[in-house]
């Protein structure tokens, strides 16, 4: 079905994979299927299922996010579907839906959602900048975030040693 999906894909997509038990530890993607990816445009592959060939895929710097990592290969002979809704990792992911990924993890937004999203991603990156600028300038964390107080209501006690 990755083959199938790769002959629709268009440049700059990004092909978000499953299978119908929610996610196989074997290896689905590797060097060769990233060659054909990258020929196609595609930008990315995030699966809950595995990958192979994961050092070429580094050189290659090939932007890939899975749940396994095995040289265990596929067969090819299982049905499945191309551009429909399907669940990875708990999570509903549509056709068209917007798929931020970075070395922390992969993050499915709804098309209808983006401007939302993006305004509050953006107003909660000026506020860790300010946070920022405190931590750097000494500030404690328990004071900038107020948790002192928290501490306190949790009967949290500070003690010089252990008797």
Do not use: Q
Request: charged share 25%.
């Amino acid at each position: 079905m990755l083959h199938a999906a790769l002959e629709v894909a268009r440049p700059e997509d990004v092909i978000v994979l499953t299978t119908v038990s929610g996610g196989s530890r074997n290896g689905m993607f590797g060097e060769l299927l990233a060659n054909a990816i990258i020929t196609r445009g595609v930008s990315a592959l995030t699966t809950d299922s595995g990958v192979r060939d994961v050092a070429r895929l580094r050189e290659m710097k090939y932007p890939v996010w899975s749940r396994y990592i095995t040289a265990v290969g596929t067969s090819k002979n299982t049905p499945g579907w191309v551009n429909a809704p399907i669940v990875v990792g708990g999570v509903n992911v549509n056709p068209g839906d917007f798929v931020l990924a970075n070395d922390d993890g992969v993050v499915i937004i709804p098309r209808n959602e983006i401007d939302t999203v993006l305004e509050n991603a953006s107003k909660r990156e000026s506020k860790e900048e300010i946070t920022r600028k405190r931590i750097l300038n000494g500030e404690l964390t328990v004071d900038i975030y107020g948790f002192k107080k928290v501490l306190a209501e949790l009967g949290v006690n500070y003690v010089d040693k252990l008797e």
